[in-house]
């Protein structure tokens, strides 16, 4: 189980970005639909959210927006910027390069003394 927290912490910019492309969503709306479309195998903190979300609204990625709930209450909503789609098809670019790399890897196999697997190339 620490292993998968490893891998959440390392996208959780890519996931809130990602949500953040399909509408924009106050923090605990984020948390629900992180864990609805992942099926509960995300599930995230408001500790760990929250930072995330200020690091990528310092980097100009993200804006928030406070909209008044009923008569008194606010909620925050995050807004996805143009820059912040730029670097969101950045970030995919990069996710789906390294989870290729490493899906190959993880089926090379030696068979016979000779490396068998999607890996290529003369070593």
């Known amino acids: 189980?620490?292993?998968?927290?490893?891998?959440?912490?390392?996208?959780?910019?890519?996931?809130?970005?990602?949500?953040?492309?399909?509408?924009?969503?106050?923090?605990y709306e984020i948390t629900q639909l992180l864990k609805d479309h992942s099926k509960g195998?995300?599930?995230?903190?408001?500790?760990?959210?929250y930072p995330a979300l200020y690091k990528l609204e310092e980097g100009g990625y993200i804006s928030n927006e406070k909209r008044l709930i009923g008569k008194r209450r606010?909620?925050?909503y995050y807004h996805l910027e143009p820059k912040g789609y730029d670097y969101l098809q950045e970030m995919t670019k990069a996710?789906?390069?390294i989870a290729r790399?490493?899906?190959?890897?993880?089926?090379?196999?030696e068979k016979d003394g000779a490396l068998y697997g999607e890996v290529s190339g003369g070593n």
Do not use: N, T
Not at 101 to 109: A, F, P, V
């Open 101 to 109: 790399g490493i899906s190959s890897i993880l089926k090379w196999e």
């Open 41 to 49: 195998a995300i599930s995230v903190p408001e500790g760990s959210m």
């Open 1 to 27: 189980m620490k292993y998968r927290d490893g891998f959440k912490k390392g996208s959780l910019e890519l996931l809130l970005l990602k949500v953040l492309s399909i509408k924009d969503c106050y923090g």
């Open 74 to 76: 606010e909620r925050v």
């Open 95 to 97: 996710y789906w390069e």
